[in-house]
């Protein structure tokens, strides 16, 4: 059996108890000082003080056992954190990490005024990463995603999800479905699946959305299911996209089906999609920048965890969701950040921490459990990752520095030193490593 022992970190944040965290058990992270956890093979062992876990270890302190990353006696490798914090694995519980091309050119345009809504209406915004990943290889969407999950890793984030929706035609769809699958089977982080079909509405289908969506129903999604390409099925309910009607009867069937449901809602307009949401039995409902007041109370009731895509209302110059109203309500609230080639090209977590942090009046406690247990519950797997307990899997994070309140402090900058992935080092940070400067004479 492989053993590891990450010992005497300053702060051990442990995100443990029920989940999701609902209202104010958002700012209990199960804080421990002087905190260690024992890693046996991919699992947790055992989390607690340094102390504490020496003696079940069979550690001596004094005893010379413990210098860091050497073999013991009783089988650890240890792992010295002291001057550092240790966390779970984060958990980007909302990308669109795999497409084909770029949209560059549709930033500037809103940096010059144009909205989302305007350029998607005039050909750009979704559909047109349409052709560009139709036309991509299997091969290529893995090459590129492969890239991208890396640098999700180098922020600590352990597990993401990722949709479809840039094919909105068979082959398309179940091949970023595919790609995937692929990278999850090939790559350390653990990768979420969503079938996002209906996307956005093709010109061919425009006053046909139904007839679009009973296509995806019918000829697409039982592929899905059968080969096991998505746990989610997913909707972007939006004013001039699929409205309320036809996304309830698309969830309704998908869920039919056997799909979990996600909704994006309520982004740009107050549609009653997180009303939709609670009343469909949705995971969660992402964006929701425009939720209604009523709204936020149906999710809160029904337990539908309010995904929030601070970035992406950041890059939109919009105001961001209300994520205090949500948490004083009673709402479970994860961050995510929406990876996609559109409305917001970031991945970066220590951008979510400053957002969450400094405009959304959310503690740093309320942002890491955002960030881990609730992202895990928006993903159905927080009886296995999301939290450092025992029996969970061993998705480990740590930072350079002694304690959470550095998160949002060194603003934007990211302080991940180590990740630990099912047990195993699977990103090291060299800090220092520049290359040797040469002088010429
Ligand atoms: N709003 C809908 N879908 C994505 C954007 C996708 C794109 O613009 O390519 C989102 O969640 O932000
Ligand atoms: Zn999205």
Same mark, same amino acid.
């Given at each position: 059996?492989?053993?590891?022992y990450?010992?005497?970190?300053?702060?051990l944040?442990?995100?443990?108890?029920?989940?999701?965290?609902? *209202?104010a058990?958002?700012?209990?992270?199960?804080?421990?000082?002087?905190?260690?956890?024992?890693?046996?093979?991919?699992?947790?062992?055992?989390?607690?003080?340094?102390?504490?876990?020496?003696? &079940?270890a069979?550690?001596?302190e004094?005893?010379?056992?413990?210098?860091?990353?050497?073999?013991?006696a009783?089988?650890?490798?240890?792992?010295?954190a002291?001057?550092?914090?240790v &966390?779970? +694995?984060?958990?980007?519980s909302?990308?669109?990490?795999?497409?084909?091309?770029?949209r560059?050119?549709?930033?500037?345009?809103?940096?010059?005024?144009?909205?989302y809504m305007?350029?998607?209406e005039? *050909?750009?915004?979704i559909?047109?990463?349409?052709?560009p990943?139709?036309?991509?290889?299997?091969?290529?969407?893995?090459?590129?995603?492969?890239?991208?999950?890396?640098?999700?890793?180098e922020?600590?984030? =352990?597990t993401?999800?990722?949709?479809?929706?840039?094919?909105?035609?068979?082959?398309?769809?179940?091949?970023?479905?595919?790609?995937?699958k692929?990278?999850?089977a090939?790559?350390?982080?653990?990768?979420?699946?969503?079938?996002l079909?209906?996307?956005?509405?093709?010109?061919?289908?425009?006053g046909?959305?139904?007839?679009?969506?009973?296509?995806?129903?019918?000829?697409?999604?039982?592929?899905?299911?059968?080969?096991?390409?998505a746990?989610?099925?997913?909707?972007?309910?939006?004013?001039?996209?699929?409205g309320?009607?036809?996304?309830?009867?698309?969830?309704?069937?998908?869920?039919e089906?056997g799909?979990?449901?996600?909704?994006? @809602?309520?982004?740009?307009?107050?549609? *009653?999609?997180?009303?939709?949401?609670?009343?469909?039995? @949705?995971?969660?409902?992402?964006?929701?920048l425009?939720a209604?007041d009523?709204?936020?109370?149906?999710? @809160?009731?029904?337990?539908?965890?309010? =995904?929030?895509?601070?970035?992406?209302?950041?890059? &939109?110059?919009?105001?961001?969701a209300?994520?205090?109203?949500?948490?004083?309500?009673?709402?479970?609230?994860?961050?995510?950040?929406?990876?996609?080639?559109?409305?917001c090209? =970031?991945?970066s977590?220590?951008?979510?921490?400053?957002l +969450?942090?400094?405009?959304?009046n959310?503690?740093i406690?309320?942002?890491?459990t955002?960030l881990?247990?609730? *992202?895990?519950?928006?993903?159905?797997?927080?009886d296995?990752?999301g939290? &450092?307990?025992?029996?969970?899997?061993a998705?480990?994070?740590?930072?350079?520095?002694?304690?959470?309140?550095?998160m949002?402090?060194?603003?934007?900058?990211?302080?991940?030193?180590?990740?630990?992935?099912?047990g195993?080092?699977?990103?090291?940070?060299?800090?220092e490593?520049?290359?040797?400067l040469?002088?010429?004479?």
């Amino acid at each position: 059996m492989k053993k590891l022992y990450i010992r005497r970190a300053s702060e051990l944040v442990t995100c443990r108890g029920s989940a999701p965290k609902k *209202g104010a058990e958002m700012a209990d992270i199960g804080l421990i000082k002087n905190g260690g956890v024992l890693i046996h093979d991919d699992r947790i062992f055992a989390v607690g003080t340094t102390e504490e876990l020496d003696l &079940l270890a069979g550690f001596e302190e004094g005893s010379g056992q413990v210098d860091a990353c050497t073999e013991t006696a009783s089988g650890y490798t240890v792992l010295d954190a002291s001057g550092k914090t240790v &966390l779970p +694995g984060f958990v980007d519980s909302h990308t669109h990490f795999i497409f084909g091309g770029y949209r560059a050119e549709e930033f500037s345009w809103r940096l010059k005024g144009d909205t989302y809504m305007s350029i998607m209406e005039r *050909g750009g915004g979704i559909n047109a990463t349409v052709g560009p990943t139709r036309d991509a290889s299997i091969q290529e969407l893995v090459s590129v995603g492969r890239e991208r999950v890396n640098r999700m890793l180098e922020f600590g984030v =352990t597990t993401v999800e990722g949709k479809s929706g840039y094919g909105m035609d068979r082959n398309t769809e179940l091949k970023q479905l595919r790609a995937m699958k692929e990278l999850d089977a090939s790559h350390p982080v653990d990768i979420v699946t969503t079938f996002l079909g209906p996307h956005s509405v093709l010109p061919q289908y425009k006053g046909k959305e139904r007839e679009f969506i009973d296509m995806l129903l019918q000829d697409v999604m039982p592929v899905v299911k059968e080969e096991g390409l998505a746990e989610f099925a997913d909707i972007f309910c939006e004013k001039g996209v699929f409205g309320i009607e036809d996304s309830e009867y698309y969830l309704t069937r998908a869920k039919e089906m056997g799909f979990k449901l996600k909704v994006h @809602a309520d982004e740009m307009n107050s549609l *009653g999609g997180a009303e939709l949401a609670a009343r469909t039995g @949705a995971y969660s409902a992402d964006h929701l920048l425009k939720a209604s007041d009523e709204g936020i109370r149906q999710m @809160a009731k029904a337990g539908v965890i309010s =995904t929030l895509l601070p970035a992406t209302a950041f890059c &939109l110059k919009e105001p961001f969701a209300p994520a205090r109203k949500m948490i004083d309500s009673g709402c479970a609230v994860a961050l995510a950040s929406d990876l996609n080639p559109g409305s917001c090209f =970031t991945n970066s977590i220590p951008l979510l921490i400053a957002l +969450g942090c400094i405009y959304m009046n959310m503690s740093i406690e309320e942002v890491i459990t955002a960030l881990t247990i609730n *992202g895990a519950a928006a993903l159905g797997r927080s009886d296995s990752i999301g939290s &450092l307990e025992k029996g969970k899997k061993a998705d480990v994070v740590i930072l350079k520095y002694p304690s959470i309140h550095f998160m949002p402090y060194h603003t934007g900058i990211n302080l991940v030193e180590t990740v630990i992935k099912n047990g195993d080092v699977a990103y090291q940070k060299e800090w220092e490593r520049l290359p040797e400067l040469k002088r010429e004479n």
